[in-house]
Nanobody
Framework: QVNLAASGGGPVQAGGSLRLSCTAS????????VGWFRQVPGKEREGVAL???????SYTDSVKGRFTVSLDITKNTLYLQMNSLKPEDTATYYC????????????????????????WGQGTQVTVSS
């Protein structure tokens, strides 16, 4: 079971930028889907950005043009560059990973359910003030 460690959250003013990082303890799979989710209290976890082993990306509509997901295989690290942040981006952000061909086929937002992601990071809080 891979362990994911997320970092990079914090307070930021509207219009600012943050870069989240998520480092995996090991990468043994060659076919996978990894990405970022966010959750606010009382709401369901929302898929924000996904990327597969081919580098194909998918974003939720509200972050298109502002967020960029990327992967550095040499460092086993997933990134989420967040620009032009808005107060509505305030949430706890989680990284997640799923391996296999089925995961790769399902690696498109919006997801019906994130339940098939087998590994999750601990969450990092992003707070955007107006």
């Amino acid at each position: 079971q891979v362990n994911l460690a997320a970092s990079g959250g914090g307070p930021v003013q509207a219009g600012g930028s943050l870069r989240l990082s998520c480092t995996a303890s090991e990468v043994t799979e060659i076919t996978y889907c990894v990405g970022w989710f966010r959750q606010v209290p009382g709401k369901e976890r929302e898929g924000v950005a996904l990327i597969d082993d081919d580098g194909s990306t998918s974003y939720t509509d509200s972050v298109k043009g502002r967020f960029t997901v990327s992967l550095d295989i040499t460092k086993n690290t997933l990134y989420l560059q967040m620009n032009s942040l808005k107060p509505e981006d305030t949430a706890t952000y989680y990284c997640a990973a799923a391996a296999g061909l089925v995961a790769k086929r399902l690696c498109v937002l919006p997801l019906e359910t994130p339940g098939w992601f087998g590994a999750w990071g601990q969450g990092t809080q992003v707070t955007v003030s107006s």
